[in-house]
């Protein structure tokens, strides 16, 4: 009898789970069913399984070219946050003079500044590079990405810094004494000691740049640089009327990240919690 | 010699982030304080005029901005508290003896990771759509309309997307916190005879204060800042009454073309932000017991 009501309680929770999750099932099944079909039972299964509103979707959303524009940015932001955070961390742990430490004390203070503090007066100052340096800041990918970097850094530095601190500094002296310069030091001995907190830096900023939408949709005004929240906007925006393929456009966009979650779900995991830092 | 050359390196690594930084973040933030004092609709070439202290002052007075402030505050409170009390609740559950607890967790945790603006599409759907139809269904059309359509309960459709949004990811920190508790205190404890009750609100409620720190710190400041969601989910509507501070300065800047008095609003946007999440902390840190 007890073990009954274990197994009851087991089956229990993973109901209430499936039942937590109930906005992703409806965004499923309506995914798969005509206007019609969808007005009929919103909650029900559907009789058939089409895959014409995905491929309309698809298209009208420019779904890979958006695909491709959202992993080119977050690769590349995320790969140049990683070398340049791990290095100014490392220098600024090493080297434990004043200016590196008012330098930290800045990164990790404006940690606390909104978005919302800065969009204006940035989209000013990229816009005056574009006018008077001719860098074109605004609406490329490549601005884009200088801003992701400009936005990520404070983080990832704070990071990188609180490991470098607990890691002993012998076998960085010893690579010295064997004539290692300090490129060599760091790339060859200090960057894979620090594979833990790389970790931690890559799935917080994935999470961040794959789902970011404000800072994209000032920088980018062209429809063929779009991400994937800004084409889904947009796409949103022109088909509230015609929900079924509003929902498969949704479904579309939630596919890679479920798949990105349940192939990396350890590290995933183990990210976030190692990002939780207070300050 | 040795010397400079060091200075050479230092240079090399840290300078470039530096420089990025300051041209995203620092310089953008300091003229930020210098647009706040003018006057300006945001087109190049027409005048900005200096205004001194007029958009603060104006501020005070602006009633669309103020009831922004008092919804944010409203929101930031019922959100904090939901999140934080679903997330314990969960972390609780899924650190027992159960079979099914890292399935759990890796449902409970997956609506984090699709993001602020595509969640709130998808609730908009439930929201508007489906609710009427389970109302038409069941015939509980007091519960069953669309929320979005009526200003208070589109406030509540808010906080239940902001709560499924983070309530996983709060679980995530939580578990954590509970992992590192000492199996000698609780074994301990259950020798002395306490209770289940007593177990929870006198030792693992106090040693996992630490987590409890930063799970505040993170809900509310992003509960705060909210913008994603209530872009997607409400768009400040019905008639501005779940407009969100940041969704009022976006709007008072890239709308309105306000671009003064919109920025003299994220300055001060910014103060609270940091006044609230610093007392916070402050506060928190002190209840913290040492082990």
Known sequence: MKKFGKILI???VVALCLVYLFPIYIVLVNSFKNRAELYENMLALPNSFSFEYFAKAMEKMSFLRAFGNSLIITVVSIA???????????????????????LFMVFVATMIIP?????????????WARDNLHIPMLNSLGGLIYMNIGFGTSMAVFLYHGFVKSIPVSLEEAATIDGCNKFKVFWKIVFPMLKPTTATVMILDVIWIWNDYLLPSLVLSSKSLRTIPLSTASFFGQFTIEWNLAMAGLMLTITPVIIFYLSAQKYIVKGVAAGAVKL | MKKRRDKAWYALFVFPLVFIFTTVVVIPFIIGIGYSF????????????????????????DERFLTSAVHTVLFTICSVLLINLLGLIFALAVTGKLKVKNAARTMLFMPYLIGGLILGY?????????????G?????????????????????????????????????????GIQAMPEDVLEAAKVDGAGFWQ????????????????????????????????????GGGPSNATEMMAMNIYNEIFSLNNYGYGQAKAIIFFAAVAVITLVQVSITKKKEVEM
């Open chain 1, 80 to 102: 140049v946050i990683i070398v340049l955070a791990s290095m100014t961390a490392w220098m600024f742990v090493r080297t434990d003079d004043r200016l590196s430490r008012i």
């Open chain 2, 122 to 134: 998808i609730w908009k759907f439930i929201f508007t759509d489906v609710f009427k139809s389970i």
């Open chain 1, 10 to 12: 087991e089956f229990l």
């Open chain 2, 199 to 234: 177990t929870l609100f006198r030792i693992k409620f106090p040693l996992i204060m630490p987590s409890f720190t930063i799970c505040l710190f993170l809900t509310l400041s992003n509960c705060f800042k909210i913008f994603d969601v209530n872009f997607s989910l409400t």
């Open chain 2, 38 to 61: 003018i006057s300006w609709d945001g087109m190049p070439l027409n005048e900005k005029k200096f205004v001194g202290f007029d958009n603060y002052i104006r501020l005070f007075a």
């Open chain 1, 115 to 127: 978005f919302q503090t800065i969009m204006m007066p940035m989209m000013q100052v990229m816009g």
């Open chain 2, 136 to 176: 038409q269904l069941t015939g509980w059309t007091k519960v069953f309309f669309s929320w979005l359509l009526d200003p208070e309960f589109a406030l509540a459709a808010m906080m239940i997307v902001a709560t499924w949004q983070m309530a996983g990811y709060i679980m995530i920190i939580y578990i954590n």
